[in-house]
């Protein structure tokens, strides 16, 4: 469509949307919302098919106009914090899957670099991580229990620190997005290394499939969700290299907030990650099939509530919008 037209199309659905916003009619939740959602939708059309032209400024200052008016003094629902995870997150989170397929796709390949590492050069794991651990493991394994350092500690002591190292680790690889996705790159790939070198050691010693029935009763929610605040890292460091129509301090900010919100929503996760490996790690006697149910459950979790789930949201969303506009 030429713009003129689509100009000429919308024009007076956008006026008497704003004009209602001025005027304070706001007695109908459900037109007020229909009205900012189909704002919204023109705003991402126009940024697609007329980038740079007059037509998406205005829908810009619109836009942030509306946003403001709409959530200014706005008194927050008692059920805001259980609204942002089951819906306002998972709406917005389709947007970036293909950032973290990057992220992804980086954690794999360094992944598969520390393995082939490990495989040929016997001092690298050592080189990775460090003497002191590997000379344990190594006594572990030779007493039968190669998971046997996941019972140090007690049980509460572990699961907090355990919790906390990982959303340490969860913000470090958002924070390293400020000096551009190179940051966050270099703690992705630096993990993934070291992720690749572990599992090969055991591999490398006969004890491959012992030690990961237990490694992945947290690891698989664990690894999971730092690629996932790696994707935070890279939304915020590609809001600087690729500002889009934005001005780069404007990208900044926008990416910079929307990474943020990735990386809170990891903090649950986390804590699931964390009370697995305080409570249930330490159990290597545990049957296999109570493993491979655990390991299961969590991957099926990561993928739906991080993939599938803000598909069929989204989807949800587009036939409202659609029939809300009497669009196919």
């Known amino acids: 469509m030429r713009e003129a037209a689509f100009v000429k199309q919308n024009k007076e659905k956008w006026i008497a949307f704003i004009n209602a916003i001025n005027l304070g009619a706001t007695s109908n939740p459900d037109q007020l919302a229909n009205g900012y959602i189909q704002l919204t939708n023109d705003l991402a059309y126009a940024q697609t098919y007329y980038a740079e032209s007059k037509t998406l400024l205005y829908l810009n200052g619109l836009a942030s106009q509306a946003h403001q008016k709409i959530y200014k003094n706005k008194k927050e629902s008692k059920n805001r914090i259980l609204s942002f995870w089951v819906t306002e997150f998972p709406l917005f989170f389709k947007q970036y899957h293909t950032t973290l397929g990057i992220a992804f796709l980086i954690f794999f390949i360094a992944s598969a670099i520390g393995s082939f590492s490990a495989l040929n050069d016997a001092t690298f794991v050592r080189l990775i991580l460090g003497d002191a651990y590997v000379n344990e493991t190594l006594n572990n394994i030779a007493n039968g229990d190669p998971a046997a350092i996941y019972k140090g500690g007690s049980e509460i002591g572990s699961f907090l620190g355990i919790t906390i190292n990982n959303i340490r680790v969860a913000f470090l690889a958002f924070a390293f997005g400020v000096i551009t996705s190179i940051g966050t790159g270099y703690i992705l790939f630096s993990n993934g290394v070291m992720l690749g070198a572990f599992i090969t ?81 330490r159990y290597t006697g545990m049957p296999n099939w109570l493993a491979f149910l655990i390991i299961g459950a969590s991957l099926f979790l990561i993928i739906f509530y991080y993939i599938a789930y803000p598909i069929i949201l989204n989807n949800q969303h587009e036939r409202q919008l659609h029939t809300i506009t009497g669009k196919p």
């Open 201 to 281: 050691f055991f591999y490398t010693k006969g004890v491959f499939f012992e030690a990961n029935k237990q490694i992945w009763l947290h690891g698989t929610i664990e690894i999971s969700v730092i690629i996932i605040a790696g994707c935070a890292g890279l939304i915020m460091g590609n809001s600087i290299l690729f500002p889009k129509t934005y001005s780069r301090r404007a990208s900044f900010m926008k990416g910079a907030k929307d990474g943020l919100k990735v990386v809170v929503s990891t903090i649950p996760f986390f804590i699931i990650a964390g009370f697995i490996e305080g409570f249930i790690t």
